[in-house]
């Protein structure tokens, strides 16, 4: 699913665009959001124009020129890049966290308490975890299989 938000920093960018002609501004807007749901902006810009409706020509030339580089696939703002693969970045750590608390969440429930202990002073890592997540179901049989085989753990050979 693509990402419905970016950050946007209002303070940069009102610093920005100050100088900006109130359609250039709006120009710079719609490429931005363009960008984000497309990727790289093309370069046939009697195209992009269509999106950027009601700017001439030469707002939209001088707003590509200032605010994007042109690149192999079109123009793209490096800012936006930057923001968007931050989000992206950000969005997988907080899955990976949910993942590993489920983990210790559904061991608890199974285990015994003695059990839990000794699962968690394996001191299984993150990769660990989700390595084990990704090959095994979260059950008795399998938990129980972990606390068995440390040096398995130890090694990376889950």
């Not at 489920?102 to 990769?127: D, G, H, V, Y």
Request: negative net charge; aromatic residues 10%; contains cysteine.
């Amino acid at each position: 699913m693509k990402d419905p938000a970016f950050l946007f920093y209002s303070k940069d960018f009102y610093e920005g665009t100050r100088m900006m002609l109130p359609e250039e501004r709006a120009c710079y807007i719609d490429l931005l959001i363009y960008q984000h749901q497309n990727g790289a902006i093309p370069n046939d810009l009697k195209r992009v124009l269509m999106y950027c409706n009601g700017v001439a020509l030469a707002t939209l030339e001088a707003t590509l020129e200032a605010k994007f580089e042109q690149t192999a696939n079109g123009w793209e703002n490096k800012r936006l890049n930057v923001e968007i693969s931050a989000r992206e970045n950000f969005k997988s750590s907080q899955s990976t966290s949910g993942k590993i608390g489920q983990f210790w969440k559904k061991a608890k429930q199974i285990l015994s308490k003695s059990e839990f202990t000794k699962l968690r002073e394996l001191t299984l890592n993150k990769e660990e975890i989700i390595d084990f997540l990704n090959l095994n179901e979260v059950n008795k049989d399998t938990l129980e299989g972990l606390l068995g085989t440390p040096e398995k753990i130890e090694g990376n050979e889950l």
